[in-house]
């Protein structure tokens, strides 16, 4: 065979391949039909949606992962839920319901002709055993710890089938709130494990999809490990739209497990996938506006994150085993000189490229019920920080660009992040040459996850930079993270002696979980968020603006600042059935 | 023969259980346990009772032995992660990886070892150009080959960007699923057979420039053998022990899988449920993932041995001897 003549038939074969994907990619939309669409939501069709992990079990009661949300919103009921985009309670499967003069007692009315999934009727003996089951000691209900108001459980009884007593064990501020994680699971199929003290490992995921019932939307139809997962559409479902179809809109949900982020996005450019469960990240956001102008995705502005990224450093006194520098760290003036060091618009425009905006505290403008902009704020001015550094004796006096006290040690920090994540790691980048500035010096160490948490749980750190997540906007979802003898009072496990303004945020907490009006609540957590602010036990930069993508062909689709992001509404999408993917 | 097989049997025993013992010993002493996977606000209770049920609460030495003892029933434990046996997501995830393997074993044999014996017996600008393609295609990390051949098929609609199955084959019959496997098929199978065919070329032309300069290749050339008979009844055949012995380590290597190729392509093999067991410190998922990843690499050294007993003859006549 001519070498030469070969050469060339595989150069045209490149060529011609070239070309083909070049068109292939450019010229989608012209050869695209004209299509007309409505935007009258209309009944049928599916959607296919993503996530990273799959589930754990299928017993909301018991799986706390991720995707257990995902699964309840899909598959079960509640009394009253959170609504994602007010975050005000709204009726559910109790369509009215009357408070007692002491806030004390709710009577819930429950929604007439409801049933489960299998045909069986709901009544308030599901919602008595639902609570039963929280509070059995077997069943290790992590729901059990929400549902409690000063340490005593709420009290559940039944006046009839269609009433339930819900008894607060003392005032609680919260209220109502508290009941949004009170998934309903069924007597009828769950009251032999929890006789039997089985009820942690029931509903697990080799459960098959038949005997998982429920009351929201969708049933469960198939599970595949690390594939996928197919809800059908509950024909069964209470809600009905406001023109009276019958929700769901959608005959089906697939749930794709994937992984990898990347290969995530490239399926929804790619229209493969309709949704996902999270915000778009910085660096995606501009192949994603490129799609949108294809008309393949539309990119919402959610708003601003009501999450932050966290910088702290560890204040436990016994985690630094005497090491000389825990005298200038636990001084709040050493915090405040970080504060002031950093410059958080430019801060906001390296790590998030510009879609953000600078915070002071723990409650983002996101969070628009309990953000309080009268918060201190600390504006970049690195003389005040260097002036601060001074006074607490932390000076250059070797020229090596690096403050030390008298007794020479440096403010040399190792900072722990999570590995693989882009804007940590670019965070712990600014923060580390902005802090440069003023002489103080962090050294990265990004870790995987679990390496991570397990430092961070046993205090064996000296800084951490990370983001924690949280699944409603009110102070009291956080009640552990702000008492200073809470489970997720992270910046000092196991605090025993905490310092007077740390004491003083835990009375305050304490009054406003017990106080009813929710003025004087917004007032009393303000005074928190002052105290918190002065004393930076925690530093704040920047929380991001919040985009969502999804394809164009899905409507009804409203972003939540919270997560699930879209699927939170799920029984209210629906999909251009005139339109093409 | 019979001896040497015992042999080899004996020695994939002891890599099976050096390989998964190791494993679970070194995920157990990793810092960090599946507890983290609770999260913060795990009650301390909660998290005893989940390393009780895990047997973290017990030593090293003694939660190997327990398993070993179950291990030997086929009992390989529960994965934290999926709350199932390990046994069944691994007998799964091991069909799937298996299929995955095969499929970019095939690829890369018929582009790889056609390709060498070209560029190992000839010059010139073809043998030029697949060397090459050969050292870019082994250069490129499978990280990158991967997100490259998806964006690819998304950006083109080619083939499917992922997964192993579509939505539409959940209804359809096994013909249809089988079909719709085989559409899934060439992304990660070429993003696994890539570079594995560039390695296969690079040994069968090194292989085959070393067999054409044998004398009883010039011998044959002298009695009037010409062309293809030469090259292939001859040299190649002479050429294949060097290939022989990598060929089976390849199928191992394949089999046991790739996390990156299945992590990214989103294949639902052996490589990805070991990544996933190794984030969460699913102790007795990487144990069981680590065993079967070791059965293969033992299946592969006894096709290794077996290819080169039958290329070979001075193996056989060894044995025989």
Not at chain 1, 49 to 66: D, H, K, V, W, Y
Not at chain 1, 476 to 491: K, R, V
Request: one cysteine or more; hydrophobic letters at 45%.
């Amino acid at each position: 065979m001519n070498v030469r003549l070969f050469g060339v038939l595989i150069t045209a074969g490149i060529l011609a391949a070239g070309f083909v994907f070049w068109r292939s990619t450019t010229t989608p939309d012209d050869a695209a039909p004209a299509i007309t669409v409505s935007d009258v939501p209309s009944r049928g069709g599916q959607i296919v949606t993503s996530g990273r992990a799959g589930p754990r079990t299928f017993n909301r009661l018991i799986g706390q992962e991720q995707f257990s949300q995902v699964l309840s919103m899909l598959t079960q009921g509640r009394l009253v839920r959170v609504n994602y985009q007010t975050f005000e309670v709204e009726p559910w499967l109790a369509e009215k319901w009357d408070v007692s003069a002491d806030g004390l007692t709710y009577t819930f009315h429950l929604r007439p002709g409801v049933t489960w999934s299998d045909g069986v009727p709901f009544t308030s003996e599901d919602v008595l055993f639902s609570v039963q089951a929280i509070f059995d000691a077997k069943s290790e209900s992590f729901i059990a710890d929400t549902l409690k108001v000063e340490g005593k459980p709420i009290a559940a009884s039944a006046r009839d089938a269609a009433t339930v007593v819900i008894t607060f064990p003392e005032p609680s501020g919260p209220g109502l709130r508290l009941l949004d994680s009170l998934w309903i699971v069924p007597k009828h199929k769950l009251e032999g494990a929890l006789k039997a003290g089985t009820f942690a490992r029931a509903w697990g995921t080799d459960t098959p999809p038949s005997d998982i019932v429920g009351m929201g939307p969708f049933v469960l139809r198939e599970y595949v490990p690390n594939q996928r997962l197919i809800f059908d559409r509950n024909p069964r479902y209470w809600r009905k739209a406001a023109d009276g179809t019958s929700l769901p809109y959608l005959d089906r949900i697939v749930y794709e497990i994937i992984p990898d982020q990347d290969a995530e996005l490239l399926r929804l450019q790619s229209g493969d996938l309709d949704l996902t469960q999270s915000e778009l990240r910085p660096d995606d956001y501009v192949p994603a506006r490129r799609a949108e102008d294809k008309g393949t995705l539309k990119v919402a502005e959610v708003g601003l994150s009501p999450q932050a990224d966290s910088f702290w450093f560890n204040l436990k006194p016994e985690a630094w085993k005497g090491d000389p520098r825990f005298a200038f760290v636990r001084r709040p003036e050493f915090r405040q000189a970080i504060s002031y060091a950093v410059d958080r618009e430019k801060f906001a425009e390296n790590v998030f490229l510009g879609a953000a905006v600078p915070i002071w505290g723990p409650i983002t403008p996101g969070n628009t019920l309990w953000f309080w902009p009268d918060v201190p704020r600390y504006f970049h001015d690195v003389n005040k920080a260097k002036a601060l550094l001074k006074g607490l004796g932390l000076e250059d006096r070797n020229g090596d660009g690096v403050v030390e006290d008298a007794q020479g040690h440096e403010a040399r920090f190792t900072v722990i992040t999570q590995r693989g994540i882009g804007w940590f790691e670019r965070g712990l980048a600014e923060l580390r040459t902005q802090l440069a500035q003023v002489g103080i010096a962090l050294e990265a160490a990004p870790l995987e996850n679990a390496t991570m948490n397990q430092r961070m749980v046993k205090s064996d750190y000296e800084a951490m930079y990370t983001r924690f997540g949280s699944t409603d906007v009110d102070p009291a979802s956080q009640l552990d993270m702000w008492l200073s003898n809470g489970d997720a009072h992270f910046w000092h496990f196991g605090d025993t002696s905490p310092e007077p303004w740390e004491a003083r945020i835990d009375a305050l907490m304490k009054e406003q979980m017990a106080t009813l009006d929710q003025g004087r609540r917004k007032a009393i957590f303000n005074d928190v968020q002052r105290i918190f602010a002065e004393n930076l036990p925690v530093i704040y930069f920047a929380t991001p603006r919040m985009y969502y993508a999804y394809n164009a062909r899905v409507q009804g689709v409203k972003p939540s600042v919270l997560r699930p992001v879209a699927l939170w509404n799920a029984d209210m999408l629906s999909v251009r059935q005139s339109g093409t993917r | 023969m019979g001896r040497f097989f015992v042999r080899r049997l004996a020695f994939a025993l002891l890599l099976v259980v050096a390989v998964s013992s190791s494993a679970l010993l070194l995920t157990r002493l990793a810092p960090g346990d599946m507890t983290s996977e609770l999260g913060l606000r795990a009650r301390p209770e909660e998290v005893a009772r989940t390393r009780a049920r895990f047997d973290l609460d017990r030593s090293p030495a003694a939660q190997l032995g327990g398993w070993a003892l179950r291990a030997a029933r086929f009992d390989f434990g529960e994965s934290f992660l999926y709350s199932r046996p390990v046994g069944g997501l691994i007998r799964r995830a091991a069909g799937n990886t298996a299929v995955l393997a095969l499929a970019a074993l095939a690829i890369a044999t018929l582009a790889g070892i056609p390709l060498g014996i070209i560029t190992g017996s000839r010059r010139g600008a073809l043998a030029g150009a697949i060397r090459t393609a050969s050292l870019v295609c082994l250069s490129i990390p499978p990280l990158l080959t991967s997100l490259l051949l998806l964006f690819i098929a998304s950006r083109t609609g080619w083939l499917p960007t992922g997964g192993m199955t579509s939505v539409d084959a959940v209804d359809a019959g096994w013909l249809a699923w089988m079909l719709d496997v085989a559409r899934h098929l060439p992304l990660p199978a070429l993003a696994l057979a890539l570079p594995l065919a560039a390695t296969f070329e690079r040994l069968q032309a090194q292989a085959m420039t070393e067999t054409i300069h044998q004398p009883f290749v010039v011998a044959a050339l002298a009695r009037g053998v010409r062309g293809r008979q030469l090259l292939i009844d001859h040299a190649w055949r002479a050429s294949l022990r060097s290939m022989c012995a990598i060929y089976g380590l390849a199928i191992g290597a394949l089999l046991s899988g790739s996390f990156v190729v299945e992590y990214v392509t989103a294949w639902p093999g052996l490589g990805r449920l070991m990544y996933e067991a190794l984030r969460a410190r699913d102790v007795y998922l990487v144990a069981g993932c680590a065993a079967m990843g070791g059965v293969f690499l033992a299946f592969g050294s006894v096709v290794s041995d077996l290819l080169l007993f039958a290329a070979d003859p001075r193996v056989r006549e060894g044995q025989t001897a």
